[in-house]
Nanobody
Framework: VQLQASGGGLVQAGDSLRLSCLLSGGTFSMYNMGWFRQAPGKAREFVVSISRSGLTKYADSVKGRFTISKDNAKNMVFLQMDSLKPEDTAVYYC????????????????????WGQGTLVTVSS
């Protein structure tokens, strides 16, 4: 399985950005998908995940501003990011897991077998 993330860039605070992630080499509908991020000098952190059936879990820091969605026909997951803040600046990683989705465990990095290469989002103040 390979994950290819795209859509990062430089935006101003308050702007929106949409990240995309394409899964190849596997059956997309069998995977729970998600996004992690790593800001400069900080540990990687959970952002959001979506289960095979469409259940979602958001980090408190992005709740109400970010929206995850997916298109099974296109093998893609999307992250719509609105009202961006400078603290959202990070490399964003797309992830995939074929296990049982659980809203508590879904936030753990170790759960995910498949990681994309990351796409950089920079939000200027």
């Amino acid at each position: 399985v390979q994950l290819q993330a795209s859509g990062g860039g430089l935006v101003q605070a308050g702007d929106s950005l949409r990240l995309s992630c394409l899964l190849s080499g596997g059956t997309f509908s069998m995977y729970n998908m998600g996004w992690f991020r790593q800001a400069p000098g900080k540990a990687r952190e959970f952002v959001v995940s979506i289960s095979r059936s469409g259940l979602t879990k958001y980090a408190d820091s992005v709740k109400g501003r970010f929206t995850i969605s997916k298109d099974n026909a296109k093998n893609m997951v999307f992250l719509q990011m609105d009202s961006l803040k400078p603290e959202d600046t990070a490399v964003y990683y797309c992830v995939a897991d074929d296990g049982v989705w659980n809203p508590q465990r879904t936030t753990r990095e170790a759960l995910y077998d498949h990681w994309g290469q990351g796409t950089l989002v920079t939000v200027s103040s």
